[in-house]
């Protein structure tokens, strides 16, 4: 992309599990100048050292992003929307592993009633790419979304 540390103004977390926020301090000293945006119910868990971490609401833009509240996975999880670029971010609302979409595990799922919901919610959405955080790209990601919502 020929984009260094130096160009990161933003770095947006989806929730505070220790395996999205472990490396958030390099990240922080590699990215001076970013601003750091999380779910106001995950933040109290986030360390961002030094940096205050800010407060994003569904409905919020950071830069060309949407934010979209999801809770479940954490009660502050978000997923995030580029509409122009027809893209959806789900976070670890659900994961995407060997090629077969499923939800987060239970053990790490704080509210399972609210993923569900999170979950039709972003099911509804009219996207032609799904990303998730833990899982390759899927080929039909918003029709898996679907299909997983049909299936429950």
Do not use: Y
Not at 23 to 50: F, H, Q, S, Y
Not at 54 to 79: A, F, I, M, N
């Amino acid at each position: 992309m020929g984009a260094g540390w130096s160009d990161v103004t933003d770095v947006v977390l989806t929730h505070a599990h220790f395996d999205h926020t472990a490396g958030l301090p390099k990240v922080l000293a590699l990215a001076p100048a970013a601003r750091v945006w999380a779910g106001a119910e995950d933040i109290p868990a986030v360390d961002a050292g030094e940096r205050p971490v800010e407060t994003v609401k569904d409905g919020d833009q950071v830069r060309t992003l949407t934010v979209l509240t999801t809770p479940g996975h954490t009660p502050g999880h978000l997923s995030l929307l580029d509409e122009a670029a027809s893209l959806l971010f789900v976070g670890d609302l659900v994961g995407a592993l060997d090629r077969t979409l499923s939800r987060a595990p239970a053990d790490f799922t704080a509210d399972a009633a609210a993923a569900d919901e999170s979950l039709r919610r972003l099911a509804g959405l009219d996207v032609s790419r799904v990303l998730f955080s833990h899982g390759g790209e899927l080929a039909d990601g918003p029709g898996a979304l679907k299909g997983l919502v049909e299936h429950t």
